[in-house]
């Protein structure tokens, strides 16, 4: 405990500052990589029959970009009578974001009016971003530049495409269809330096990639996440001894 409370005393707030900085650039970085996929979705929404205002309404609310591809998809493949299959598809897709709430609740912070305006800005990018910063001040701005930042720029690329929709052509001919896997694959691959964590990242990409073809979207993903639930639990290829420093 005195070890603890000497190194808490040591630390340089310029070196606080630092993390802080870099944590805003990287969550410009990821909130601009992240938007620019949204002309894909105002372009794709307007093409399957959605209007300009509808396809705006629907990322100003929803706002999940997996959700709103899935129910476009669905609507566009079976017209409004696939309509509760649209909706199932995309509440499965955004089952995900629970887990995020809960495990970003420390980096969020008490009070129910802090979290509640945190809950429309806990998406992917937001999480990635705020856990892979180092201190606490750096993850809670990682967190609200990213979730914000990816808010206002997601709608008004969704409003560019959906209005030059037409004019733009295929999103997927200028690479916007994976901007945002792009950015979400650049947080995760620093964080990939442990046998088990690699494990799970392998083991979950195979096991969505399988299913994807034979579920309805939403399931693979949550069928993927339980492997780093299970692999988690049983601590499936982790070290099982603890660190010197906390063995000390």
């Known amino acids: 405990m005195i070890a603890m409370r000497s190194l808490e005393r040591t630390v340089d707030p310029d070196d606080d500052q630092a993390e802080v900085r870099a944590a805003r650039k ?17 372009a794709l929404a307007v093409a399957s029959g959605f209007d300009v205002w509808q396809t705006c309404v ?17 609507i566009d493949a079976g017209g409004l009578a696939a309509a509760p299959a649209a909706i199932a598809s995309a509440l499965l897709l955004g089952v995900r974001n629970v887990a995020y709430g809960i495990r970003m609740s420390p980096v969020i912070g008490r009070g129910a ?9 806990t998406i992917d990018e937001s999480t990635a971003v705020a856990l892979a910063q180092p201190s606490p001040r750096a993850r809670t701005a990682g967190f609200w530049i990213t979730g914000i930042g990816i808010y206002l720029g997601w709608n ?3 409003l560019l495409g959906a209005l030059l929709g037409d004019v733009l052509g295929d999103p997927k001919a200028y690479g916007l269809d994976a901007a945002a896997a792009a950015a979400f694959l650049a947080l995760l691959w620093p964080r990939l330096r442990r046998r088990q964590a690699i494990a799970v990242g392998v083991a979950a990409a195979a096991v969505a990639t399988l299913l994807t073809p034979v579920l309805i979207p939403g399931l ?17 290829f982790g070290s099982r001894e603890l660190p010197s420093a906390e063995a000390a």
């Open 26 to 42: 990287e969550a410009l970085g990821v909130a601009v990589a992240t938007s620019a996929y949204g002309i894909s979705f105002g």
């Open 58 to 74: 629907l990322s100003l609310v929803m706002f999940t970009g997996g959700s709103q591809f899935a129910f476009v998809g669905v």
């Open 113 to 121: 009016v802090r979290r509640a305006a945190a809950a429309p800005f």
């Open 156 to 158: 008004l690329s969704t």
């Open 220 to 236: 693979p993903v949550l069928v993927a996440a339980l492997v780093a639930v299970v692999v988690g639990w049983f601590n499936l």
